[in-house]
C-alpha cells in the first residue's frame, strides 16, 4: 500500500513547493511510482515538473468540485515513473465553491481513493495558508513533511501548524501524523543556519530528517528551466540532498 504525504507549512518562502518538485522527482528517480499533487493555485509545482499551467484540460480544480474524473486530470511527466494532477489559477476560487458542499473536508480523499493504491508514494503541495484546500491535503495525507527555513522566524507559524495537525487527527483524520521535519534553505557559512538547526532539533519533538537542503543556485534556476533539480543539474549539491532526502523517506516507516 502506498503512503500519501502532504507538503505543508503556511509560512511562504520556506522551499516547500521546492520540496515537493525535487521529492518526487528523486522518489521517481529510484524507482518509486510517485504522483504529485499540486494544490497550491499559483501552479508552481506544476510548472516546475514541465506542464504548461496555462494550457491544462483539467486540473486539480475541476476534481475537487466533481466537474471531472481523477483520471481526466492526471498529467504524465517528462520524467519516468511521476505523473501529475495539475494546478492553476482555477483553484483560488475553491474555497468559495466548496462552501455549501457536503463533507467539503474529504473531497480530494474521495476523489482520489480508487487510484491511491497504484502509487508508492502520493505527494501533495499544500497552499501557504491553513484553509480548506490544506484542510483536504491533511485528510488526504498519511502523513505531514514540515520544511523550515533556516532563518530567525524559522519557528514562527510552527505551533499553529502543529495545533491544526492535531485538530484534523482529532476530528477529520484519525491516522495523520507527522511525517517529519525537513530543514531547507541552510548556510554552512552563516552561524545563524547552524543554530536555528540546534534550536529545533533541541525543542521539536518530532523526527528531524538528517538530510539538510542547502541554499543552491542550481536549486533556485531548476525551476525556470520547468525541470526538478535532478534532471536539469543532476551533480549538483541540491540534487544529491534531493536524493538523499528521497532515500531516507522512503526508509522513514511513520
Known amino acids: 500500500m502506498g503512503r500519501s504525504i502532504a507538503i505543508a507549512n503556511q509560512k511562504g518562502g520556506v522551499g516547500k513547493t521546492t520540496t515537493a518538485i525535487n521529492l518526487s522527482s528523486c522518489l521517481a528517480e529510484l524507482g518509486q511510482k510517485v504522483l504529485v499533487i499540486d494544490l497550491d493555485p499559483q501552479g508552481n509545482t506544476t510548472s516546475g515538473i514541465g506542464l504548461d499551467k496555462d494550457e491544462l484540460d483539467h486540473s486539480v480544480y475541476d476534481l475537487i468540485l466533481d466537474q471531472c474524473t481523477t483520471s481526466d486530470c492526471l498529467e504524465a511527466s517528462e520524467i519516468k515513473n511521476l505523473s501529475v494532477i495539475p494546478s492553476n489559477v482555477n ?15 474529504y473531497v480530494l480523499r474521495n476523489a482520489l481513493d480508487y487510484i491511491k493504491d497504484d502509487y508508492d508514494f502520493i505527494i501533495i503541495d499544500c497552499p501557504p495558508s491553513l484553509n480548506m484546500l ?21 519557528l514562527e507559524g510552527l505551533s499553529q501548524l502543529i495545533y491544526t495537525i492535531d485538530l484534523v487527527q482529532k476530528r477529520l483524520n484519525p491516522s495523520l501524523s507527522i ?10 557559512r552563516t552561524n545563524l543556519s547552524q543554530q536555528v538547526v540546534e534550536s529545533v532539533r533541541t525543542n521539536l519533538k518530532t523526527k528531524i530528517y538528517e538530510t539538510v537542503i542547502p541554499r543552491n543556485i542550481k536549486l533556485a534556476e531548476a525551476p525556470s528551466h520547468g525541470k526538478p533539480i535532478n534532471c536539469y543539474e543532476p551533480k549538483s549539491t541540491g540534487a544529491e540532498s534531493y536524493r538523499s532526502l528521497a532515500r531516507e523517506v522512503i526508509n522513514n516507516k511513520v
Do not use: H, R, S
Request: aromatic fraction near 8%; glycine fraction near 6%.
Open 91 to 105: 483553484l483560488a476560487g475553491a474555497e468559495v465553491e466548496l462552501l455549501d458542499v457536503d463533507n467539503k473536508e
Open 134 to 154: 490544506t484542510i483536504n491535503a491533511m485528510t488526504t495525507a498519511d502523513t505531514i513533511l514540515v520544511p523550515i527555513q533556516c532563518e530567525y522566524y524559522a
Open 179 to 188: 511525517e517529519g521535519v525537513v530543514f531547507t534553505m541552510y548556510d554552512g
